[in-house]
């Protein structure tokens, strides 16, 4: 007699995988790689990465929402940052205009925005960004209750258990950074650059414009990055140079005349260690950081965590060690994710 054993179950869940794409070309470079979900924005202070040469005229928008959709994709509008007092019709015409092209979800910070989407979109997903510096679950719940959020994007300042506790008390998916820029400040609260170079991350979309960046070689061939009127950081010959970002310098005081890192390191943040974890607590999405980075990155980070998601969901293990080359300064961390103590 043959006893029939019934197939084990899968005790991870498979999550979205959430891709950049700061232009066109890089959209469809994450669709090839296999992303589930693209995110990007319009070429304007509605998003927190406006910068020159990157992001999305309303024509290529439309195209790259019908060419992504061709290939089983979904597009999510970021349009996450907050509008100056009195300003706030080009939100409403960027949500209108993502509305009109069929997008899958729009990422906001802001509340105002939120409420007019809920108002006038109300079949169209709010995800709610981490620039809305909400990382507790009563901040989190207000924003699902008050504007029917569907998704909330964590900082990344939180441990896995500190994610699975939040998971267990919200009314809504959650998603969590995998590999990118590090952030520590509070995001979305963030007024460093601002202070620099009279430009706003959370108003303007701008961080460290590149109109302000400068990059000085000495005789000896050490480079100094400065911004604005400051200079940021100091790097021998040889040594790799960072994008002048405040937080991210190196900065002498009374009590250190050598310069150290006030804020934080510049390195990139890389959980790939910890992907079956995340999986395993039910992360309903994993987010990739880089709509400034090149289609090659792209190409290489999006194929990468789609194999390794993939593999485990089939009882295999994630290889993603080759990702190093394409970390800040060649370092990586995984941050607070595994511990507060990561320095």
Not at 28 to 46: I, K, M, S
Not at 156 to 183: D, W
Request: some cysteine.
């Amino acid at each position: 007699m043959t006893i029939k054993m019934k197939p084990k179950a899968n005790k991870f869940t498979k999550p979205e995988l959430v891709c950049p794409a700061g232009t066109p070309a890089s959209m469809r470079t994450a669709v090839e790689a296999g992303a589930d979900a693209v995110y990007c924005g319009f070429q304007n202070a509605t998003n927190a990465r406006n910068f020159p040469g990157l992001n999305f005229t309303p024509d290529e928008m439309q195209k790259s929402i019908i060419h992504a959709h061709k290939n089983d994709t979904k597009i999510l509008l970021a349009i996450n940052t907050n509008p100056p007092a009195g300003k706030i019709q080009l939100w409403k015409d960027a949500v209108d205009l993502g509305a009109k092209f069929g997008v899958d979800a729009f990422i906001v910070a802001d509340m105002g925005v939120a409420s007019y989407i809920a108002a006038h979109h109300p079949n169209i997903r709010l995800h709610l960004s981490v620039q809305a510096a909400a990382s507790t679950p009563e901040a989190l719940n207000y924003y699902c209750q008050q504007f029917g959020v569907k998704r909330v994007v964590l900082p990344r300042i939180l441990t896995i258990a500190e994610i699975k506790a939040i998971m267990q008390q919200v009314e809504c998916e959650v998603e969590t950074f995998i590999f990118g820029n590090h952030g520590l400040m509070v995001e979305g609260r963030c007024s460093l650059t601002n202070y620099v170079t009279g430009l706003s991350t959370n108003m303007d979309g701008v961080c460290s414009p590149a109109s302000q960046v400068k990059y000085e070689q000495d005789e000896d061939k050490n480079l100094s990055t400065i911004l604005g009127e400051y200079t940021i950081d100091c790097f021998d010959k040889g040594e790799n140079a960072g994008y002048p970002t405040i937080c991210k310098g190196r900065y002498r005081t009374p009590v250190r005349d050598a310069g150290y890192y006030a804020f934080e390191e510049p390195l990139s943040l890389n959980v790939s260690n910890l992907l079956p974890e995340l999986m395993q607590i039910g992360v309903s999405a994993l987010k990739i950081e880089g709509r400034q980075r090149s289609r090659a990155y792209v190409k290489k980070v999006v194929s990468s965590f789609r194999a390794a998601v993939d593999n485990i969901m089939q009882g295999g293990t994630a290889d993603i060690a080759s990702l190093i080359a394409l970390t800040e300064g060649h370092k990586q961390t995984e941050g607070a994710f595994k511990s507060k103590k990561w320095r």
